[in-house]
């Protein structure tokens, strides 16, 4: 099979916790060029068998057994076409999400599809920079699963309309730390008058944010939000 990239800008933010949809939108949006040829070249629907996502979704396109139109004129008998939602400017790197969700892609059309054993670069026997450097890098690489197994999603347990602390300590990490947790503590913060990104990433804004809060209501001034720091963000009542 052949790895491909969007090879246009991929929002900067589609990792984001709460931004599957921006994936969902993108893959139409593929699905509506390849149908109005905009690339040059009109193909009755969406040209690839697979799609990826930094979620760890795959989304069916052509499917298995089913010719892509992606892989080049004489090359798409040859291998099945499998899109990672990453570009060339925005969001460029992979992460251990999109990488679960393309080895499951390899795995499902070896298993339903029939696939050999290779899996190439859309460059490989093309002259394309697709699927850009650091996607390819991986491909060369063997196509690896992440050691890392892939988070569950957080789940917030809500007790009186306040979120009940979900168990994790959230610092400022590489990758840094998301989820529906961080979004709910920079929502909270914002509602309470910080100048905070709500955008579920605890970055180094969150985390400065968060020593400043901790300051003000007489904690130790971390920027590490664990049980305690939850806990007052929403029972801490400013002094009148």
């Given amino acids: 099979m052949k790895i491909h990239y ?18 969902v939108q993108l893959v139409h949006q593929i699905q509506q060029m390849h149908m109005s040829g905009g690339r040059g070249e009109k193909y009755i629907d969406f040209g690839y068998n697979l799609a990826c996502c930094p979620h760890g979704y795959v989304f069916i396109g052509r499917g298995a057994h089913h010719l892509p139109a992606a892989n080049g004129p004489g090359l798409n008998s040859q291998h099945y076409a499998v899109l990672a939602l990453v570009g060339d400017s925005g969001f ?9 969700a393309l080895r499951d892609a390899i795995e499902y059309l070896r298993d339903k599809g029939d696939a050999g054993n290779e899996i190439k670069g859309h460059c490989d026997g093309y002259a394309t920079s697709c699927p850009g450097g650091p996607l390819y890098a991986w491909v060369k690489a063997g196509a690896p699963r992440p050691d890392k197994p892939m988070e569950k999603p957080i789940r917030l347990v809500y007790k009186d309309s306040v979120p009940i602390w979900p168990g994790r300590v959230i610092k400022l990490d590489d990758p840094y730390m998301q989820g529906s947790d961080v979004h709910a503590w920079q929502y909270k913060l914002k509602k309470r008058g910080w100048t905070i ?18 300051e003000k209501v007489g904690l130790k001034a971390t920027g590490v939000i664990d049980e305690e720091t939850w806990d007052i963000t929403w029972s801490w009542k400013p002094s009148t």
């Fill in 6 to 23: 969007t090879g246009g800008p991929v929002p900067a933010d589609i990792a984001g916790p709460k931004k599957h949809k921006l994936c």
């Fill in 92 to 100: 460029t790197q992979p992460n251990d999400s999109m990488l679960h």
């Fill in 197 to 214: 990104d709500v955008d579920g990433i605890y970055g180094p804004q969150s985390k400065a944010v968060c020593a400043s809060y901790q």
